[in-house]
T-cell receptor, first 114, second 113 residues
Framework: ETGVTQTPRHLVMGMTNKKSLKCEQH?????MYWYKQSAKKPLELMFV???????ENNSVPSRFSPECPNSSHLFLHLHTLQPEDSALYLC?????????????FGAGTRLSVL | GQQVMQIPQYQHVQEGEDFTTYCNSS?????IQWYKQRPGGHPVFLIQ?????EVKKQKRLTFQFGEAKKNSSLHITATQTTDVGTYFC?????????????FGQGTILTVHP
């Protein structure tokens, strides 16, 4: 148990569905991240939040919409996804102490888009 | 932007053989981290190196940070089936985001018993 909990663990959705991924950290961290990990690609950073504010969006399509209501919770809202969006979505958190952060990952949500 | 290159992409070894993965950065790093992701799992932090030329050991794993702080390696002695997984190196991501890391592509290790 890393202190970062992601739900659901598995999700199957159609291209017209709307769903949300949830991430919660119990580590007192103030930075949270969404990553996409596909079978043939390395970890792709999607979004970074520092102190609830989005500080980075790595050219992610607008069908992915993040939300960070507080430093402990992070959501990824999904709508009108494409089959190529099927992947493992990982949430991570860190203390954001400035350059020496260790990231703690959740177990991920395995997403399949039909 | 900063890039972290990792080689090889895949490594297949017989149990008992040694394994090494290499990480190279386009810029000098203040530190480098290594993570392991077991099949079906998520990345888990292994170690952080900070000093130039630093060498750290964890049982059969030896981690090195280059003198110029632009490269690093992970060496596993006498691999075991429990070593299978993907090994990632990561350096500070730069930019304005606190805590951001730039990950290498990872080396997928398979160990044949």
């Amino acid at each position: 148990e890393t202190g970062v909990t992601q739900t659901p663990r598995h999700l199957v959705m159609g291209m017209t569905n709307k769903k949300s991924l949830k991430c919660e950290q119990h580590l007192g961290h103030n930075a949270m991240y969404w990553y996409k990990q596909s079978a043939k690609k390395p970890l792709e950073l999607m979004f970074v939040y520092n102190f609830k504010e989005q500080t980075e969006n790595n050219s992610v399509p607008s069908r992915f919409s993040p939300e960070c209501p507080n430093s402990s919770h992070l959501f990824l809202h999904l709508h009108t996804l494409q089959p190529e969006d099927s992947a493992l979505y990982l949430c991570a958190s860190s203390l954001a102490s400035g350059g020496f952060d260790i990231q703690y990952f959740g177990a991920g949500t395995r997403l399949s888009v039909l | 932007g900063q890039q972290v290159m990792q080689i090889p992409q895949y490594q297949h070894v017989q149990e008992g053989e040694d394994f090494t993965t290499y990480c190279n950065s386009s810029t000098t790093l203040s530190n480098i981290q290594w993570y392991k992701q077991r099949p079906g799992g998520h990345p888990v932090f292994l170690i952080q190196l900070v000093k130039s030329g630093e060498v750290k050991k964890q049982k059969r794993l030896t981690f090195q940070f280059g003198e110029a702080k632009k490269n690093s390696s992970l060496h596993i002695t006498a691999t075991q089936t429990t070593d299978v997984g993907t090994y990632f190196c990561a350096g500070p991501g730069g930019g304005t985001s606190y805590g951001k890391l730039t990950f290498g592509q990872g080396t997928i290790l398979t160990v044949h018993p």
